[in-house]
């Protein structure tokens, strides 16, 4: 099988985020960056594919030159090869995201004369959040999606894979016939941490680099705010095992026991 | 042709939908435009009038009962691809759905067919003659992003919680309380390509996490898989569900579908516990719905215990279980 995995860098932060002086956006110079949590597991899905049923793994990412070290983590997971669309550092609107994504497919599936088989994104990134890129680059590409995906079972022989995904009352099962693409959720899988022989071969691979020309779409970011949240003032009910009846207290109070 | 149109979920998603056209009458009325809503699929048995009393109700005029037999089952693609056709057979102004996972996805689809650009998570929205203004929530609800959306046909989703502006008193709306039905029929070719749905299954029984009054929940500080077992009791005395970290989901020491947080689940409970948790915003965001929040933590600085209503300094492991023992010790009482 082959398998396309597309990525995206963002800050790895759990503190509350800074924004830049003008509110333009977020002030990145002290942090450090990560894929997000549904690429992790996309990686891994792709990676235990091709361990199953041989092939390669390829991811892509459009982003700032920096966004290298995200495809080589990748590879550090076990992915065989990295594209990097070079898109400046300012934030790239979706519609241009899916386009330079696309071309980038495109480009690779024409070299080789076969299509991905599976093509796989995020759920949603976790900073901009816009839950369509996936479906965009899909459907250019005239194949099926389904996102928010948690189990992922692929009959390579039969040319078929099954999507399975949580509902609000329980779970579906999709199937589609390869090639197809998919968005994942965390919980797809337990990602891997890189090993000390895939650090290496990520620190020796070859990054292709694409800088094409990608139209902007629809949508302009403006500006970023913090929303206004109202912190109560913490009441210390007491310290360790001694402060057990000023929680009870409260249980009792709140009635939920 | 213009109007507004509102993407409906007759069954499942009838509040958010609410919201939607709470959203469309208001934008309609300032356009002066009409209030148009569309539901895609067959009703379910016996709530054949449930859908133009939905859309009617909210000041819809009618409503594009949009049929095919493709369009049985769900499927992402084909649903997209029809609500795509209609807006091409209608030209609305905007098209507008719920941020709910299939709303999102429908509309996802559709803009992809259209070639428009789709707004997601939208809080607020001023339509104008040059761009439209709007505010959408980013990073799960930690910052919130002004944008503009130049487009043909404006299409956004509402995000969940967003409160829809005043009504301006628009001009052309439904009064009888009822919409008219309007049936629409998509074209598909035989060779169009998409997913369909082959099996579905219930959740199991138990409480769940996303409804739960109580949610108690353990981060890297209850240590290990075993440490969840007091959680698990004090869940149980307080009917609650039990939640977790992305630590202790990493760490395996509690399935996926415990998680709370950006990249699991958003829980809205009256009583949070939160046990040997930080409060990374990627957690925060995930339970800063709940009414009250109780941190137990050895750091009387860490951000959930600062942010938190109540907090007990001091060690998991001693706390939990004493909180149990004095449940019981009170239930022998009475
Ligand atoms: C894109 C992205 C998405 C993410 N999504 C999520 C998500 O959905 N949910 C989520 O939870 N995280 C998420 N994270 C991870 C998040 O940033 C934090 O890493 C994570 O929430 C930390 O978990 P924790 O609080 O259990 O661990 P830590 O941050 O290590 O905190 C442990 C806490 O336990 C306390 N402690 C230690 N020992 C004890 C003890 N014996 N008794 C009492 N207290 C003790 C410590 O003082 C500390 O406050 C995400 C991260 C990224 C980058």
Redesign the pocket.
């Known amino acids: 099988m082959r398998i396309m995995v597309c990525v995206k860098r963002?800050?790895?932060?759990?503190g509350a985020p800074q924004l830049t002086e003008d509110g333009r956006g977020i002030d990145t110079r002290h942090l450090s960056f990560?894929v997000?949590?549904h690429e992790e597991c996309a990686i891994e899905e792709a990676v235990q594919l091709v361990e199953r049923f041989g092939g390669s793994v390829t991811v892509l990412t459009v982003g700032p030159a920096e966004a290298e070290e995200q495809l080589r983590f990748a590879i550090s997971l076990g992915a065989d090869h990295g594209i990097l669309v070079e898109a400046g550092p300012d934030e790239v609107d979706p519609q241009a995201t899916a386009f330079a994504l696309t071309e980038a497919i495109r480009d690779g599936e024409a070299a080789s004369g076969a299509p991905f088989d599976l093509i796989m994104f995020g759920n949603e990134s976790?900073?901009a959040g816009h839950y369509q890129v996936g479906v965009r680059v899909a459907c250019a590409l005239g194949r099926p999606i389904v996102g928010g995906v948690k189990g992922i079972d692929v009959d390579p022989d039969a040319g078929r894979v099954r999507f399975r995904r949580d509902t609000p009352g329980g779970a579906e099962v999709f199937e589609a016939a390869l090639p197809a693409a998919v968005a994942v959720r965390?919980g797809l899988n337990l990602p891997r941490y890189p090993s000390m022989r895939g650090r290496l071969r990520a620190r020796k691979a070859e990054i292709t680099e694409l800088r094409p020309h990608v139209p902007a779409g629809g949508l302009r970011r403006i500006r970023l705010r913090v929303p206004e949240q109202q912190r109560p003032e913490t009441v210390v009910l007491g310290h360790g095992a001694s402060a057990a009846p000023a929680v009870v207290d409260l249980l009792e109070e709140l009635e939920v026991v | 042709m213009g109007g507004v149109l509102v993407l409906v979920e007759p069954d499942g998603g009838v509040e958010s939908s609410a919201v939607a056209l709470a959203f469309g009458r208001v934008i309609a009325g300032g356009l002066g435009e009409l209030l148009g809503a569309a539901a895609i699929g067959p009703v379910a048995d016996g709530a054949d009038d449930a859908l133009p009393a939905l859309a009617g109700g909210h000041g819809a005029t009618h409503v594009h009962h949009v049929r095919h037999p493709l369009l049985d089952d769900y499927s992402p693609e084909c649903w997209g691809e029809a609500l795509a056709q209609l807006v091409a057979h209608t030209e609305p102004r905007a098209v507008i759905s719920p941020a709910t996972a299939r709303g999102t996805e429908v509309m996802a689809q559709a803009a992809a067919r259209a070639d428009l650009p789709l707004a997601t998570n939208c809080l607020t929205v001023s339509p104008d003659s040059r761009a439209w203004q709007l505010s959408r929530i980013r990073q799960?609800g930690m910052l919130i992003e002004d944008a503009e959306l130049t487009a043909g046909v404006v299409m956004m989703t509402i995000a969940a919680g967003a409160v829809p502006p005043d009504d301006a008193g628009p001009t052309a709306v439904s009064t009888s309380g009822t919409a008219q039905v309007v049936s629409y029929t998509p074209e598909f070719d035989t060779s169009f390509v998409h997913s369909r749905v082959v099996d579905r299954s219930a959740q199991e029984s138990g409480v769940s996490l996303t409804t739960a009054r109580v949610v108690v929940s353990?981060?890297?500080?209850?240590?290990g898989a075993e440490g969840f077992l007091p959680l698990e009791e004090l869940a149980k005395l307080t009917g609650g569900a039990v939640g977790?970290?992305?630590?202790?989901?990493n760490n395996g020491w509690r399935p996926h579908r415990d998680?709370?947080?950006?990249?699991?689940s958003k829980v809205n409970p009256d009583l949070y516990i939160a046990?040997?948790?930080?409060?990374?915003?990627?957690?925060w965001?995930?339970c800063m719905g709940a009414k009250h929040i109780l941190a137990?933590?050895?750091?009387p600085d860490?951000p959930?215990?600062t942010r938190a209503t109540h907090a007990v300094i001091?060690?998991?492991?001693e706390?939990i279980p004493a909180v149990v023992e004095e449940i019981h010790r009170r239930a022998r009482r009475t």
């Open positions: 963002v800050p790895a932060s759990g990560t997000g949590p976790p900073d965390e | 799960g353990g981060g890297r500080g209850v240590g977790c970290s992305r630590v202790a989901t998680q709370v947080g950006q990249t699991g046990c040997g948790i930080s409060g990374a915003t990627q957690h965001v995930g137990v933590n050895t750091d860490a959930l215990v001091g060690d998991v492991a706390v």
